[in-house]
């Protein structure tokens, strides 16, 4: 598959066509992206056999039998559930499903596999021809979506030795079989930010339809196939998180620019991209795309499924539920957008609403906890929906200042992470002195203490400084222990420095 | 017909050295092998695969794995619950 090259509607190109100068659009020169995005579906048995999928915190090579393990005379069986989760996909993702899709076997050597093959679907995929409406610079985008289908995922394999100088590969097999989707997208996308953004609509999508964990470690690949318009297409493999694909992208373009620089050409290769030191490097892959020798797997029937399309039920997706809750709750395109993004976080916003007030429940979920949430690397299901429908109608009803509030919530996020039980926003306020009511109280049995030990504060006015542990200790038998002895240590110094000055 | 470049290159892909004198003895195989299998294209096509049964699926549920002992007997060579293969790389 060539990456067309083309004159974009309303954009001011000039090719010249083979010279492998590069086209400038804008003044920049237009970047061409493709991704093959392989999501895990969250079936309970692997693609092809009764294995359960849930392996991770298991040891290797304890969730396979002969099928996954390609031992001879084993024989594959089809899961239906998984079938049915990447025809969802499909309808969703608005695709033409296939009067018939069949398997293949791709036919290469590394350890990853056990049988010499991969099952997958080669040139009859399940479905072609969709779209994905992604967030745009300012209007929406729409993506096209060239093909779905169903493959099996390979083992792991383990490294040993230094990057350099590996000296042996350890591999587990437990991800062996396990099913994936491959979603592959039109040359579509002119950015690593648009990359990254289809990427998000794509996760978004699949938590919506219930058929995949973007949590879960490993869940995500991604293989991008980018190039500068004018030369030749790189494909970079081996991208594994979200944040991946922007550096990867992003690398590759820094990359294939300084090459044209230098006055260069791009070469067509394969390059694999090495996370932890956010280069690609040139992977010399024996294999051209022949030496795969496809051919039809004999071992399994072919799907022929496009009518049960019609009797799937797609529940809300995102671009719907944004849209409900700017009309049912009245809050922002924006806070929709960012709510709506992330399926466990528009399910806590619509928790909130019993607290009376949409808008302010929008701008504390989607900004503040949010923020709150990235600098902890934390995720929203970790938070009691409670503790924090309680803070919120504290903030309502004007209990509790904005400031005070913020801290609440960080201590409340502080104690979800100990794994503490998380206290009420009440007992917080009161435990750290953040309430109105409970300072002012505090000042007022400090001011009672000042005015009551005259010794104690001249001394502590003479520069003799233990005289302060004297008051502090009257004031926490006064409050019965319930202050925080720092905090009370200010509130006196600050009343015992000398008024007017 | 298979030619002698051609057993050459698939050699490469499997990751399997061959000597010079061997060439001549593999494509000798390789072609009986295939001119075995090319009775196949003389066989009527008819009931058998394009029959039109699809959708012979199984429904999603759990069965037992093997022990991994047993996974691990399989291999060669074993370390932490790893199969350990040569290096790939
Ligand atoms: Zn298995």
Redesign the interface.
Known sequence: MTVPIGMEAGSAVRETAGSGLAAVEGGRETVIIGLEVHCQLN???KLF????TDYRSD????????TC?G?PGSLP???????EYALLVAKALNCRVAD?AEFARKN????DLTKGFQITMYNRPLAEGGYLDIEGDGAEKRVRITRIHLEEDPGR???M?TPDR????????NRSGIPLIEIVTEPDLRSPKEARRLLNGLRTTLEYLGVFDGDQEGSLRVDANISIRGSERVEVKNISSYRGVEKALTYEITRQRGVLRRGQKVERETRHFVEARGVTTSARS??QEH?YRYFTEPD??????RHWVEGIALPELPAARRERFTAQYGISPEHARTLCGELRLAEFFEQMAPCGNPLLAATWVADTLQGELNYREMEIGKVPPARFRELLGMLCRKEVTDKAAVEVLRRMLDQCLKGEEVQSPAQIMEKNMLGKTAGDTFTGIVREVIAECGDAVRDYRAGRGEALNFLVGQVMKRTRGRADPKELTRILREELEPQGT | MVSEEEVL?IA????IGIGKEELPPFTRDFNAILDYFAVLDRVPPGEGWKAG??????????????P?EE??A?AEAA???????????
């Open positions: 079936t309970e048995s056999c009764g294995c359960s040891p290797p090579n304890t969730h396979v039998c002969p393990l031992l069986a089809m899961n239906r559930r998984a079938v018939e290469y050597f590394y350890p394999l383990v490294h030795g590996p000296r042996y590969s350890l591999v587990d097999y024996k294999e030496d399994l029937r072919p799907l022929q499924v | 290159r490469e892909l499997a990751d049964i699809a959708n012979v699926l199984r429904e999603d549920r759990v069965t037992p794995s093997l991994q996974v691990l399989l370390e932490d619950g790893y199969i350990r293969a040569p290096r790939v790389m």
